[in-house]
């Protein structure tokens, strides 16, 4: 009763319910999906090396993980760009 | 027609046993004759539950190596005339039986039974796989906890991959005034994450534990809500359409309401 109160007045975070819902789905993307935490790494250092060719990226901040949209799975990487190399861009202006 | 149905949970502790002695003595109440065969070789229990351990003369592995037929190993159960036990070795161990056999010996009991139960052993090893080999379909036992839960996530994929596509779902020792208070999953939940048809919600009973300690399942109790909760299951089973439980404990206001028929 009196954590029902405290939330009403937001001391409280999330109820521990919702809370093991939201670990449980995380969780779970991965079981179902088989993919072992070593060949998460092997496709981040693909991509970094695919990536590199043509931007300098920081890879220390770079984040790369599962998730889950309504019935299907999808790979999500969020890495943060330095800057485009300019050999990519006059190779561009090459085509034109 | 004989139903074969396995009932598993991956996690151990959940209440798989206690489910299959109460399914099984619901089934049988309402007149099927009912066998329960226990698949937990090494770790058997389902004798206990039942008040059925003194009266083992031979068990599932001296059937499945042929040296004695099925009949005689079955203990009828002392309540219930048409309840049979088919108990497992305590000696020997998961390996003593595989698929195939439990395979051949249901399919020589399923013209003698209307309903058999196979109570399976916690893991996804051999012990799970030879107690699904034989199923019609599957009864996956959870409890509203992250660890029951993604194990069960986890056989359900298992039984999908054996070609066991055809699960009911029971969630075991809800705790009502946690869910309440959100600090449980709740049904909505699990049917969210689980997404397989729920034919159970029991609460958390301490009737459970006394007539787990007589050897006597609480089904046969019609004051306890866990008792009232599995015979709905079994009527369920049988095809009725039966609503869930509302456990919540009712105050003095909603009784009123409920006297007043407000």
Known sequence: MLKAVMRLFGHDDKPSGRIAKDRLRVVLIHDRANISPEVINHIKDDIIKVISNYMDINQHEMEISLSDDENSVALLANIPVKRIKPQVMSSRNMHR | ?262
């Open chain 2, 1 to 262: 027609m004989s139903e074969v149905i396995v009932i598993t949970s991956g996690k151990g502790g959940v209440g798989k046993t206690t489910t299959t002695a109460n399914i099984g003595v619901g089934l049988a109440i309402r007149g099927n004759k009912v066998a329960l065969i226990d698949t937990d070789t090494g770790l058997r229990n389902l004798d206990l539950l039942l008040g059925l351990e003194n009266r083992i003369m031979y068990d599932l592995v001296d059937v499945v190596t042929g040296r004695i037929p099925y009949k005689k190993a079955l203990v009828r159960h002392k309540k219930h005339e048409n309840l049979f036990l088919l108990p497992t070795s305590q000696i020997r161990d998961k390996s003593s039986v595989n698929g195939q056999q439990l395979v051949d010996v249901c399919n020589q009991m399923r013209g003698e039974f209307d309903y058999i139960l196979i109570d399976c052993p916690a893991g996804i090893e051999q012990g799970f796989k030879t107690a699904i080999a034989a199923a019609d379909y599957a009864i996956v036992v959870t409890m509203p906890e992250i660890s029951a839960v993604r194990d069960a996530d986890k056989i359900i994929g298992e039984l999908n991959r054996a070609d066991k596509d055809h699960i009911k779902l029971i969630v075991n020792r809800i705790r009502s005034h946690m869910v309440e208070s959100g600090d449980m999953l709740n049904m909505d939940d699990i049917n969210d994450i689980l997404a397989i048809e729920c034919i159970g919600q029991v609460p958390d009973d301490e009737m459970v534990v006394t007539s787990t300690n007589r050897g006597e399942p609480v089904i046969s109790n019609k004051k306890s809500l866990a008792g009232q909760a599995y015979n709905n299951i079994v009527g369920r089973i049988c095809g009725e359409q039966i609503p869930f439980l509302d456990f919540r404990k009712k105050s003095l206001f909603d009784k009123l309401k409920q006297i007043l028929h407000v």
